[in-house]
Structure formats: structure tokens, C-alpha cells
């Protein structure tokens, strides 16, 4: 085939569109990708509405891509690459290798991060091309629309969580049952932290006992959040998954001592926290970035070793605005996923 299908968005914050383009050839350090499934983050809207400097139109989004090599380029064998291999990119899409960041071996932290559908064409396609050091294999037990999430929402969680000082047997909890912290409840149960899941609704309590959570607050039930967390001794770490600065302001208290407040759930406003509330505890405020390809490919493999998986609603390429559309309205559930099959 010498043409691929794209869906793209010609204007900021217009309706995507397929299109046809000529297949690329990847350059020196690259490989094309046939993509089999790319999934659907909320982030995605801030490159659609050109929410961030530097976004081109005509754009191809979609940072959370799975599918095969196809086409090597110069150097791309060198490094262990071969036509065939699986393989996830991510938030992470290639570093610069010479900023600050990225020579103290920080690499998600560059400065020139290359994140897919920003720096580069992303996997709402069938074909892209892609650095070789953003590519993480893809192990055997992971469908490629279930490695295409974990490449961002979940070692966004999964990295926010082992990097953490939360320890086996802390009690840890999880702000936000959605997207990532459907899986943050998971990976917390599988790496042995008594976990807490925090949503709105009574609802939920039993959804997320079946993801693993041994405890749930319904923070509409009239105590506050804070005080529920103290009663089952603080939490050594929240992760704090919902973008709502409310809410996450609502978990500090509920801190034990040291504890962590990990935000990785993006929200514009700011976060209502005193000093005082930090210092007479020693509490930390952090927020936590993605993971680097190496971070992605560690998280498949827990996965795979927990049986973790995302849960995703699956539509076919050709349907990209209107799982675009339900991602935004909130009710996919939990991952919208684009597959090329």
C-alpha cells in the first residue's frame, strides 16, 4: 500500500476527518509503525484545541499507541529492533538527549519531550513513524488495545504509585475512579498497600471492591474525606487521579505523617492548601509526569503478571470524533480505544 488513513483536525477544536497520505519512510534512529489500536486521553484535547504552544494543524493525535514495526530505519536494528516486534509508544514519544533533564538521565522530564500528536503525528492512523527510544515492547499476554492504555494512563499510575514511599501493608489511596484511577486501584492492591478508593456515589462501592480496593469513601456521604482516611490511620500516599483541585484539597488532611500527596489528575485550578497544614506533619505535595518507554514496558509487564488490564470501549478508526466525544463527555468507560482492524 503506498497510502495510509489518518483522522485528523484541520483547524483548532474542529471535527476530525480521514484522510489519506502518502506512507513515510522512517529516517536515522526511527521506525513505521503499524498501528493496531492507540487509545484516548483527555490530554488529547489540549493539542485538538491548541491548548499548548507549538501545535500544527493539520493534526493526528493519540499519544497511547500499540501496534508492529514494519519498516526500520538506519540504526533502528542496532539498537534490538526488528520488523514485527510489538511495540507501545506513549506520553513519552523521545527525549533531546542534551538538556539539563535529560543529561542527569531524567529523560520525562526533557525539556523538548516529543510527545505524540505534539511533536510528531500520533496513532489515530494506520501507519506513524517513531523514535526508537520511545518504543516499549509489548509483552505476549497484552492485546495491543489493552497495551495502548498502559502506555500512558497506565504507567502514569503505576509509576506515580512505585515511586511513591508508600510501602506493602501502607494504607494508600486512590482520588478518582475513572481512566487512571480505575487501574490506580488495581496497581495499588497488586503491589500489596491497603488501599482506599475515593468517588462520589454509594454507587461504586462494590465496582471498586471487584477492582481490589479493600476500602471505599463515598465523598458525598457527609463525613469528610479527610477525616474518613484518618479513622483507617491516614494515608501514607494519595494519588490523586480525579482533575478536580477541590476534591484533591480535601485529601490533605487525611495525610499520615511524611505522607505524599501525589497529583497526576490535571486540573487548571489551584489547590487550597496552607503551609500549616504541610510542616506540623512533614506532609509532601508532588506532582508525578508520565514514564519514560522503559517505564511503559515495566508497567506492561506487571500487568501482565497481575492480570491488570484497562477497560476500554473499542471503535474502529474511521469513528475517531465520536469516541473522541464520548471521552470528553465523561462516560466512556473507562478507556475509549481506536483499533485499524
Known sequence: MNTYRVAQVVTAGGPFEIAEREVPQPGPGHVRIAVEACGICHSDAFFVNAGLPGVQFPLVP???????????????????????????????????????PCRQGDFIVCENLKVPGWAYDGGFAETMIAPVDALARIPDALAASDAGPMACAGVTTYNGLRRSVARPGDLVAVLGIGGLGHLGVQYAAAMGFETVAIARGADKADFVKQLGAHHYIDSTAGTPVADALQSLGGAKVVLATAGNSDAITATVDGLSHRGELVAIGAAPEPLGISPVQLLMRGRTVYGHPSGTAQDVQDTMAFSALHNIRPMTEIMPLNQAGEAYQKMLSGTARFRMVLTTQ
Open 62 to 100: 493519540g499519544h497511547e499507541i500499540a501496534g508492529r514495526i514494519d519498516e526500520l530505519g538506519e540504526g533502528a536494528r542496532d539498537q534490538g529492533w526488528q520488523v514485527g516486534d510489538r511495540v507501545a509508544v506513549g506520553w513519552f514519544g523521545g527525549s533531546c538527549g542534551y538538556c539539563t
